[in-house]
């Protein structure tokens, strides 16, 4: 007897639950901004979560934010801009350098206003929300709790596949 095949959910069947990344690098509030940079470096990301110590979700940091307050770059003059890819507009703009405080941290340069979907949301209202709100990733929530992640190349790579 032929084994069968299980059908294949069509792209716009599909919510954020079948889409999102499980396993997510966050970052700390009181992480060092040379660190966190380091950390998206790493990862191969342009941005994550920002968690406090009992993992509820404070806001997100791009590597925008931190690009913008570059802290070990002392060559660097006051008046300095660079030409950068902004998450929040999708385009690439002229931002201006700022010396962060002494002692500035993640919780100082990460925003705090966060687009989230719930696991159930169908993916064409998760792209409509990410497009309305010029983001490049959602967290999930599930009852406050952040349970996965949802990047615009996550969409990409559905619709590329077709599923």
């Known amino acids: 007897m032929e084994a069968q095949s299980m059908p294949q959910p069509k792209l716009f069947d599909l919510c954020a639950e079948d889409v999102m990344q499980r396993k997510i690098v966050t970052l700390g509030a009181g992480d060092s ?12 990301i342009s941005g994550a979560p920002v968690l406090d110590d009992h993992d509820r979700v404070l806001g997100v940091v791009s590597m925008t934010d931190l690009l913008r307050h570059r802290a070990e770059d002392d060559d660097i ?10 998450d929040s507009i999708d385009e ?24 989230s979907v719930p696991p159930s949301m169908p993916l064409a209202k998760i792209a409509e929300r990410m497009v309305s709100t010029h983001v490049h990733r959602v967290l999930v929530l599930e009852r406050g709790r952040l349970i996965g992640l949802i990047s615009t190349m996550d969409l990409l790579e559905k619709v590329a596949r077709g599923r």
């Open 77 to 86: 003059p006051d008046d300095a801009e660079a030409e950068v890819f902004d």
């Open 33 to 44: 901004l040379p660190a966190a940079e380091r950390t998206l470096t790493e990862a191969g």
């Open 92 to 115: 690439t703009e002229q931002v201006a350098f700022f010396r962060p405080e002494a002692g500035a941290c993640v919780g100082d340069v990460m925003t705090q206003e966060i687009v």
